[in-house]
């Protein structure tokens, strides 16, 4: 064999095919077999062979197990298979006399079966599959199911041989697969697509449809209609599970205040008024006096979710640093912020979850209140807004009309007129960037730094239009004393592409 070759295996209960499958590979210096939780013989059928190596790790995924029994391999050349896949002796001559260049990945043709029988149609054609490469040039994707090797600015070179793939002997291992790989579906696609009931049951019928008819399953018949019906079953459950998935997140509605109870008092109203309750709502409390702590705790013997109260000392405005202590506090998968002044629509907590994708955050617009208007809500503590009322200053802000929305939703490169007063995020980019940076003090920029970090990792800005509305109640404007030095950490922020604040939520996190 010119180049050692490292054989990589993930296995789990296997043992009906691990001792055929390891036959095939004697000519190989190692396998590096790794467990995920074999309850049967397979583990101790394997170390039977010499040159086999056992590791064990729980499921995280079927590209990171597979990068991950590469890491443990002694040679740079890694062939990757499965338990239920079988070299030809062809294939393993081709490769034992294979001269590889560390620029190029080898794909080979996979045959099929069910039990005993080839299947060349409904969906499990004949197909190439990329399993040979070196570890220095690539590697697999991180994807938890449908992984496959990188192959950008790679050659992909086909050798001769085949590779015999026996998934499923019955009915019942395709079931057993096809759950497994539509809940890992669900997964990664949480809040990345969207689906509905009605989007499954098209995937489901389309999907037989193409398999047994057009894809020419009908030809094999008791195995072609199964496999195609299997496959309509797995292209519905994988939508409805996604549609499932997308309907459970939790959020942690946060509340920033700072000795103004009448408004956080109307503010906390209108949160009973959602008609999608957050799971939580924490006020990130920037030192108020006693007053206001009443004023929660009142609320806190009746409010229908957990309110809690995040305080602390009065040293100046520290907005950044008061959102970082209730950040980290919350339990919320999804954050939504908002002023103390931000009275919201009744929808305003159901927008913001209609809006939600992965690796993005939202920023949403807020209506203008005049003071005549503001004094009256905050001495009858009731408000009923449209855009016809008067005291409103951008009336087109009033407007929630979800249709509309989803298509003039747009995503927007940069921090140009970002404002914390209404915007959402996922805890695990707050995280990911340190939050928010508690160097700032005084009004102004925390939340553009705070969105520039964001942008720099890699999480889009999404503008919410038409909708998640917000009636910003009238008051003075904060003094700008500290934007000069504000102002110079934001620029730093731009000028290091930064993507961490050394002084951020981590100080606040157990």
Not at 153 to 168: C, E, M, N, R
Not at 182 to 190: C, I, P, W
Not at 270 to 289: H, K, M
Request: net charge positive; glycine share 6%.
């Amino acid at each position: 064999m010119p180049e050692k070759i490292s054989v990589t295996l993930l296995v789990k209960d296997s043992q009906e095919t691990i001792i055929r499958c390891l036959t095939a590979l004697t000519a190989f210096p190692e396998i590096i077999l790794l467990d995920n939780g074999s309850t049967d013989e397979t583990v101790r059928l394997a170390e039977g062979f010499p040159n086999v190596k056992v590791y064990r790790s729980p499921f995280i995924g079927f590209g990171p197990l597979k990068n991950l029994a590469a890491s443990y391999a002694a040679h740079d050349w890694i062939l990757s298979i499965d338990s239920d896949e079988f070299l030809s002796p062809d294939l393993v001559q081709t490769i034992r006399q294979l001269s590889p260049e560390t620029n190029t990945v080898y794909r080979f043709l996979r045959k099929n079966f069910y039990g005993k029988r080839q299947i060349n149609a409904c969906g499990w054609e004949n197909d190439y599959v990329l399993r040979l490469y070196h570890r220095q040039a690539t590697s697999f994707t991180s994807r938890e199911v449908h992984e496959s090797i990188i192959t950008d600015g790679l050659l992909v070179t086909t050798l001769p041989g085949t590779l015999d793939h026996y998934s499923f002997k019955n009915a019942s291992g395709l079931i057993r697969k096809m759950d497994q790989y539509t809940t890992l579906f669900a997964q990664e696609n949480r809040f990345r697509k969207k689906s509905s009931a009605f989007k499954a049951l098209y995937k489901g019928i389309w999907t037989f449809v193409r398999n047994y008819f057009f894809k020419r399953g009908i030809l094999y018949g008791f195995e072609g209609f199964l496999i195609s019906a299997s496959n309509a079953n797995g292209a519905f459950y994988k939508y409805m599970k996604l549609h499932e998935a997308n309907r459970t997140m939790t959020t942690s509605l946060i509340i920033t205040t700072y000795n103004w109870k009448e408004a956080l008092e109307v503010v906390l109203k209108s949160v009973l008024t959602q008609t999608n309750l957050p799971d939580e709502v924490i006020i990130a409390d920037d030192g108020s006096r006693e007053d206001t702590a009443a004023v929660i705790r009142q609320y806190q013997a009746t409010f229908p979710v957990p309110l809690k109260h995040s305080w602390q000392e009065d040293l100046g405005f520290r907005a950044a640093e008061s959102r970082n202590r209730a950040m980290a506090m919350a339990t919320g998968e999804y954050l939504i912020i908002i002023d103390g002044d931000m009275v919201l629509h009744p929808d305003f907590v159901k927008d913001h979850k209609r809006t939600a994708e992965a690796n993005a955050f939202i920023h949403g617009k807020r209506v203008l209140l005049q003071p005549e208007l503001t004094q009256q809500i905050l001495q009858t503590k009731q408000y009923r807004i449209t855009p016809f009322s008067s005291g409103i200053i951008n009336r087109l802000n009033t407007l929630s009309i979800p249709a509309l929305s989803n298509l003039l939703s747009k995503k927007q490169p940069n921090i140009r007129s970002i404002r914390s007063c209404n915007m959402a995020f996922w805890r695990q980019d707050v995280l990911r960037i340190n939050g928010f940076n508690n160097d700032f003090v005084g009004w102004g920029r925390e939340d553009s730094e705070f969105a520039e970090r964001l942008l720099n990792a890699g999480v889009v800005r999404k503008n919410l239009v038409l909708g998640g509305v917000g009636y910003h109640l009238y008051h003075e404007e904060k003094p700008r004393t500290s934007l000069p030095a504000n102002d110079k950490i934001l620029a730093d922020a731009i000028a290091q592409k930064a993507t961490w604040c050394q002084n951020g939520i981590d100080r606040f996190l157990q």
